[in-house]
């Protein structure tokens, strides 16, 4: 990733022979080869860029995608409320670009697994060629076409994590699937399908602790003599609903 000195980000894969261009002047990518992560470099008008790998936020950001992505602050709150864990068997319903998908293959790490589904074909291509972008060789993930309202072909779940426009209708599956103590986490964009949502995880007897919640950032401006917030923040994303798989209470 290359950032100039007015802070705007240029995400791009070095090959052999071939120059960056922007309006800051072009380099060969080759002077780049041999350089630690956080060198500058020397356009040909004379301006310095800043080299670095991309971090998890910055690949979000930029890659390329087929749909809206989560927020990397989303990201976040997603793996700690659904409490994420090294070797966790994770189901995915909805990857989209692959944000979400790429941030559970990292947090389950090499003894964990990323169950993930798509129904959409370009949805599916798309995100098997932003993993491979951003964790290249890693094998704990399976993405592939399927509906899971329909089937979750898949036991002794850890976690399930949905970005769907419905996904209510998957609340009976993710019950017989998730094991106890088992977290179910949707990403919903509007109230009245987090409403819809609620109401059908506290009617299902398999179910406790709904919360839903929604994370708001707000960057600062600090300078010698001038101490304030940014006049620009990233406000409403998406709620974050979560609820606990426990034994269902006799009647």
Known sequence: MLIDRRGRQYMVKLTNGEVFNSHNGHFKHDSLFNKPPGSWIKTSQGNLMLALYPTMGDFTKLMPRTATVVYPKDLGAILVSGDIFPGAKVLEAGCGSGAVTI????????????????????????ARRNVEEMLPGMTNVSIQLGDVSNIIEHDDLDRIVLDLPEPWKVVENASKSLVLGGIFVSFLPTILQ?????????????????????LMVRSWHVAQRSIRPD????????????ARKCVALKS
Do not use: C, Q, W
Request: hydrophobic fraction near 35%; charge should be negative; proline fraction near 2%.
């Open 194 to 214: 987090v409403h819809e949502l609620s109401e059908t995880l506290k009617v299902n007897p398999n179910f406790s602790l709904v919360e839903t919640s929604e």
């Open 231 to 242: 006049h620009r923040m990233i406000g409403h994303t998406g709620f974050i609903t979560t």
């Open 103 to 126: 941030s559970l293959m990292r947090a389950v790490g090499d003894k964990g697994h990323v169950y993930s589904y798509d129904i959409r074909e370009d949805m599916i291509d798309r």
